[in-house]
């Protein structure tokens, strides 16, 4: 029995398929390729294409009709992405590396959503942003092609030109290295007509206009980091990038826009892996809003507004809420930062129930005195230095006699491969046990972390600072008694020298106690001496001792509300 079938012409046979595609991406990826071995040696032919033949053997499970003996790789797709995993991975990564990262992309990156044209983001991203979040050491080691030490990378903050990131010859990911090579692997997939130039030409403009917003190089923007590479060879891929042409340049402005967001304001330097997921995820909205309507199309044109109307309010209500959100957040900045110093203090006072302010002449320096019910039991000091890669802040904890307890490194922007290490156990325990009289030695004795010297030195330093400012602080603090249990009770008058002249107090004692203090007379700095002396007493009554710290920027006037108090209890 025959079957006949009809169908309005003409019809137009091309002679593209998915095989010939992926094989001319191939091609084109072959100038980065080269470049990488020639850089990093034979090792990096090893993690390229191990990461592509392991790729398509464990897909042909998932989709064996791809497979034949006349097509041993299918029809390239998951080679393809495989080759474009193995140049984003640092020279140095594990020989298993190609493989987990390949069983990743393919099974979570691709066939979790159905397999090949199904994938809603980007297979190589997918599991190169799992090998990041699960072994960033493996993924991120980078190393110079001239000599093979470890490096930093122009991201991290390797001073080098804009010749050296367009010919390549710097740190990196195999693939992102050589500018270069990236536009001739451009230029060829365009010519081919496999891709638009909107949608590279887009990010790249989007990531440079951002930098240049927020003050960074654009120029430097655009020729670091991977940026050039996912502009060319992930941003448009076919699947997980949208349609439309005008679609394709908010797809490509979104990806830039991120990237530069993620690079500046995260502990992340490189950015591109999860600003594209992201944008990846938007894809269909980018073809909702910014579709292109055929020919005739009138409603569709109208809708087409209507979307973007909607979508600019979308985006000033967000706006309008993250300004709200900054200016709340600055108006109780001290709320939290008090919170996350308590946080540290209770991790090595469990018992501790409140802190005090204390002296410190170091305006760089806040200082602390915890107490545990009414009794002292040791200090509390913060400070913020530069390390690698901004600003780290730095707790230290001190026993009463001015030893370091323990060290916490808080917020700060260093890389989170090596940087970040400065945080563990081993290496601030070697803190503990210096004082202010033994501080001199603490560049000598404290073993830096190696790839992370300048982050290990912000730590040393940061540390040296606080016990420099206890040092100059503790020969300020009176210790003397307060033998309130010795006197009747009753009110006592007294006075001491302050910085303005005399300070004549009123002490009240009930119950062998000192329950009062009234300051009759003063000549102290009014909205300085005043309020110093009013924070002095009430440090006073809490402890009920005189051995507490002066209130900083006022020292004379706390020692002089403290000489009065002893001296109306010693009856003078």
Not at 235 to 263: E, Q
Request: glycine residues 10%; proline residues 5%; aromatic residues 8%.
């Amino acid at each position: 029995m025959s079957s006949t079938y009809s169908s309005t012409g003409p019809h137009i046979h091309s002679q593209d398929s998915i095989a010939r595609t992926m094989w001319s991406i191939a091609v084109a990826l072959l100038p980065a390729t080269v470049v990488a071995v020639w850089l990093f040696g034979p090792y990096a032919l090893y993690l390229v294409f191990a990461t592509a033949v392991a790729s398509a053997l464990i897909e042909i499970p998932f989709d064996p009709d791809r497979f034949s003996l006349r097509l041993p790789l299918g029809d390239g797709s998951a080679f393809i992405a495989g080759m474009i995993l193995g140049l984003s991975l640092a020279p140095t990564s594990a020989w298993w590396v190609p493989i987990v990262g390949a069983a990743l992309m393919v099974i979570v990156g691709k066939y979790v959503f159905g397999g090949l044209g199904n994938n809603i983001f980007n297979p190589a991203l997918v599991a190169r942003g799992i090998l990041l979040l699960s072994w960033p050491n493996q993924i991120t080691r980078w190393i110079s092609p001239v000599d093979g030490a470890t490096s930093a990378t122009p991201l991290s903050g390797l001073d080098v030109g804009y010749l050296p990131l367009f010919v390549g010859n710097i740190p990196g990911s195999l693939g992102e290295t050589s500018v270069v090579a990236l536009l001739l692997g451009a230029l060829f997939l365009m010519t081919r007509g496999l891709i638009s130039w909107r949608v590279p030409v887009s990010v790249l403009t989007g990531a440079a206009v951002t930098a240049a917003i927020l003050g960074i190089d654009p120029l430097f923007t655009v020729l670091s980091g991977s940026l050039m590479f996912g502009a060319v060879f992930m941003a448009t891929d076919m699947v997980t990038s949208p349609t439309g042409k005008t679609s394709h340049l908010i797809y490509g402005a979104g990806c830039g826009f991120l990237t530069v967001v993620i690079r500046r304001y995260t502990a992340y330097p490189e950015g591109i892996t999860f600003a594209f997921l992201l944008m990846n995820g938007l894809a269909y909205l980018m073809d909702r809003i910014g579709a292109d309507p055929i020919f005739g199309q009138v409603e569709e044109r109208k809708r087409r507004v209507y979307r973007a109307v909607l979508l600019a309010a979308a985006v000033a209500l967000m706006a309008l809420l993250a300004a709200a959100g900054f200016i709340g957040r600055t108006l109780i900045a001290d709320r939290y930062l008090d919170a996350a110093r308590e946080r540290s203090i209770t991790g090595a006072y469990p018992q501790a129930t409140r802190v005090a302010e204390a002296t410190s002449y170091d305006p760089a320096v806040t200082m602390y005195r915890v107490y545990e019910e009414r009794r002292p039991v040791g200090y509390f000091g913060h400070t913020t230095v530069n390390g690698y890669g901004g600003p780290m802040q730095v707790s230290v904890v001190l026993d009463l006699d001015e030893s370091v307890r323990s060290v916490v490194v808080g917020q700060n922007s260093e890389s989170p491969t090596v940087g970040t290490e400065v945080r563990t156990s081993g290496f601030l325990a070697q803190f503990s046990g210096f004082d202010p009289q033994s501080r001199d030695s603490l560049f000598d004795e404290v073993e830096s972390i190696s790839g992370a010297t300048v982050s290990s030195r912000a730590v040393i330093r940061a540390v040296e600072r606080v016990l420099a400012a206890r040092e100059e602080a503790v020969h300020e603090d009176v210790a003397v008694g307060m033998p309130a249990d010795s006197l009747a009770d009753g009110v006592y008058r007294g006075s001491g020298r302050g910085y303005g002249g005399e300070i004549v107090v009123l002490v009240t004692v009930a119950g062998e106690r000192v329950t009062a203090i009234e300051i009759e007379d003063h000549s102290e700095t009014p909205g300085l001496g005043d309020s110093a002396m009013h924070t002095t007493i009430e440090r006073i009554l809490d402890a009920q001792s005189l051995d507490v710290d002066s209130v900083s920027g006022a020292t004379g006037s706390s020692r002089g509300l403290r000489a009065a108090v002893e001296a109306a209890l010693a009856g003078n």
